[in-house]
């Protein structure tokens, strides 16, 4: 089912800042419209092991505690960094603590140099994906409330049972556009997170993920007025270097960004995942409002 307007939540890498900070984040964006936000999940920070971060679950339970209104999740949990009981474990238990505002964004791994430096399974593509299947099965056979008797290649449960049951059928996000990758979002994905490279091949590939919705993650650097393009660009060269610099990052004003989101949206994205080349403060989150609550946002039919 497509949306008759997109949705946009706020990514933001949970380093770099003090927890306060994040929570600021968390409460301003609320205020300014967002409908969630997504921590990323990693052992070291991904290009910058010098900077601090925070563990991706905790920071999540302490968002959802301290605010009211956003979804919480990750883009993504890597599915080898936890068992997959212990995960449905935690997610029935921020279920329930948040009044159902937690969601599942899980993968297999976007940096097997960790898998090497921890000593944490198998950096083989082949058996990441085939282990997040198994994963996949047993969570949401544990959250149906089945007794589950699981022999695999990866895990083995036998008579195994899980209480409290989630308060709904837990929201799961899935990324990527492999054949197996896909497979897995047919089976059990209520949204396909497309590779920001792969947008051209979007309405090809959506054949194969089954009903699931499409999101995008997206590097945005918002600027206020013309006079500062330049200052904006230059500041997310300097802080991303050849990530921001890619075919992934959207630069412009508030009227600017509303009207590629709005092309994007008819074209089938209906959730963006947005992250600020700024490190989102607070003034650039009240700023994105606008980007929000655009005509060309709310003006565009439902599909």
Not at 49 to 75: C, N, P, Q
Not at 185 to 212: F, S, Y
Not at 247 to 255: E, K, N, Q, S
Request: charged share 20%; glycine share 8%.
């Amino acid at each position: 089912m497509d949306l008759a307007t997109p949705v946009f939540h706020l990514f933001l890498p949970q380093m770099r800042m003090s927890v306060d900070a994040i929570v600021e984040r968390a409460l301003a964006a609320e205020d300014a419209g967002f409908e969630g936000i997504a921590f990323m999940d990693h052992l070291v920070p991904p290009l910058a092991d010098e900077h601090d971060m925070w563990d991706a679950m905790t920071i999540v339970g302490w968002v959802l505690a301290r605010t009211s209104t956003l979804g919480v999740g990750h883009l993504v949990l890597c599915d080898a960094f936890r068992h997959p009981a212990v995960l449905a474990r935690q997610v029935a238990s921020l279920d329930h603590a948040s009044g159902g505002r937690f969601e599942l964004g899980i993968g297999w791994g976007s940096a097997p140099e960790e898998f090497e430096t921890f000593g944490i399974g198998s950096t083989a593509p082949r058996e990441r994906v085939a282990r997040l299947a198994e994963s996949l099965q047993i969570m949401r056979a544990l959250w149906a409330g089945d007794v589950v008797d699981h022999h695999g290649e990866h895990f083995t449960l036998t008579g195994a049972r899980q209480r409290p049951l989630p308060t709904r059928q837990i929201p799961i996000t899935i990324g990527g556009a492999g054949r197996r990758t896909l497979e897995l979002v047919r089976a059990h994905a209520d949204w396909w997170n497309v590779p920001v490279h792969q947008i051209g091949r979007m309405k090809r590939l959506r054949e194969q993920t089954g009903g699931a919705r499409v999101s995008m993650q997206t590097m945005v650097a918002l600027v206020p007025g013309e006079a500062e393009r330049a200052d904006v660009v230059a500041a997310a060269r300097r802080r991303f270097g050849r990530t921001a610099m890619g075919d992934g990052l959207l630069i412009g004003t508030a009227p600017e960004l509303a009207a590629h989101f709005s092309r994007l949206h008819a074209e089938g994205v209906d959730r963006f995942y947005v992250w600020f080349t700024d490190f989102a403060p607070v003034e650039t989150l009240h700023r994105f409002s606008e980007v929000i609550s655009s005509d060309l946002i709310a003006s565009r039919p439902a599909r």
